[in-house]
């Protein structure tokens, strides 16, 4: 089993900053690419960033210069800076883990239960 436990959501007024942090932990043997991805009402899903495990980061164009994806391989974390936040980025933020699973026969996607964020205007 697989586990991922996320935490930093909350509410913020615009212009202020969160971080989110996102910790795996269980029967993983490596982790590939880790993610933020979110979700609000009446929308899919949506990627936010990326980071791989070489430390490639991939961002979407409405967070570009305002979010910040980062990882501690030794901790199996990834957390995300979210300065500047606007009305718009209000959402269910999700983590997303690409990893192998000990005794496992491909890499597989965990996903954490999700954090709500609220930005007020």
């Known amino acids: 089993q697989v586990q991922l436990v996320e935490s930093g959501g909350g509410l913020v007024q615009a212009g202020g900053s969160l971080r989110l942090s996102c910790a795996a932990s269980?029967?993983?043997?490596?982790?590939?690419?880790m993610g933020w991805y979110r979700q609000s009402p009446g929308k899919q899903r949506e990627l936010v960033a990326l980071?791989?495990?070489?430390?490639?980061?991939n961002y979407a164009d409405s967070v570009k210069g305002r979010f910040t994806i980062s990882r501690d391989n030794a901790k199996n974390t990834v957390y995300l800076q979210m300065n500047s936040l606007k009305p718009e980025d209000t959402a269910v933020y999700y983590c997303?883990?690409?990893?192998?699973?000990?005794?496992?026969?491909?890499?597989?996607?965990?996903w954490g239960q999700g954090t709500q964020v609220t930005v007020s205007s």
């Open positions: 997303n883990v690409n990893g192998w699973p000990e005794f496992g026969t491909r890499w597989s996607d965990y």
């Open positions: 269980g029967s993983i043997f490596s982790i590939n690419a």
């Open positions: 980071i791989t495990s070489g430390g490639s980061t």
